[in-house]
């Protein structure tokens, strides 16, 4: 009987070391919600809270030296393509130098959708441009640009960084 009761003890302890293991993993959920205006990929994925802008050094034939301009191909999701969206910047993008050498400087940024420079001020683009042969519920595809506002080279050394802020508001 003393025997039985060992076991019993052990493969209690034995159970109760396998669970003192146990490994949990915690994973942080957010949704930034507008019930009535999304800006994703054109697939209908996320844009990407984070991108690069490759420097090109020297001058190749045809080209200048600078900030690669980054483009995604992008939809506007609505719940009301009947409505014209206003489309604007939050601030005027820049990259400001977070660690550079001396003399670094911001760099000025513009960024554009369908072609068309995005100010603070808001933009219109009527329901006729921007969802005539869309899908339902989206807009055709756009390119949403963010280049350099003037191309050329930049001269101190370092790591530049900016938040670009797109607002969309559906006119009522």
């Known amino acids: 009987m003393n025997l039985i009761k060992k076991l019993l003890v052990a493969a209690a302890l034995g159970s109760a070391s396998v669970s003192a293991h146990a490994v949990e993993a915690h994973i942080k959920v ?12 054109a697939d209908g994925s996320a844009l990407d809270d984070m991108v ?7 001058a190749a034939t045809g080209s200048s030296a600078g900030l690669t301009p ?9 719940n009301d393509t009947d409505k014209d969206v206003n489309v604007r910047v939050a ?3 820049v990259l400001s ?14 960024v554009s959708l369908k ?7 808001a933009t219109p683009f009527t329901k006729a441009e921007i969802y005539a ?17 003037t191309q050329e080279a930049i001269t101190a050394a370092g790591k530049y960084v900016g938040i670009v802020s797109v607002i969309l508001e559906q006119k009522l």
């Open 30 to 41: 957010w949704a930034d919600v507008d019930p009535t205006l999304s800006l994703l990929k």
């Open 97 to 110: 130098p977070e660690i550079a050498s001396a003399g670094a400087k911001d760099v000025p940024l513009t």
């Open 70 to 78: 980054w483009t995604e191909m992008v939809r506007i999701f609505s």
């Open 133 to 149: 042969g869309g899908l339902p519920g989206a807009s055709i595809e756009m390119p949403l640009t963010i280049r350099q506002t």
């Open 91 to 93: 601030s005027l993008p």
């Open 52 to 58: 690069e802008m490759s420097y090109r050094a020297g």
């Open 115 to 121: 072609g068309v420079d995005l100010k603070v001020a």
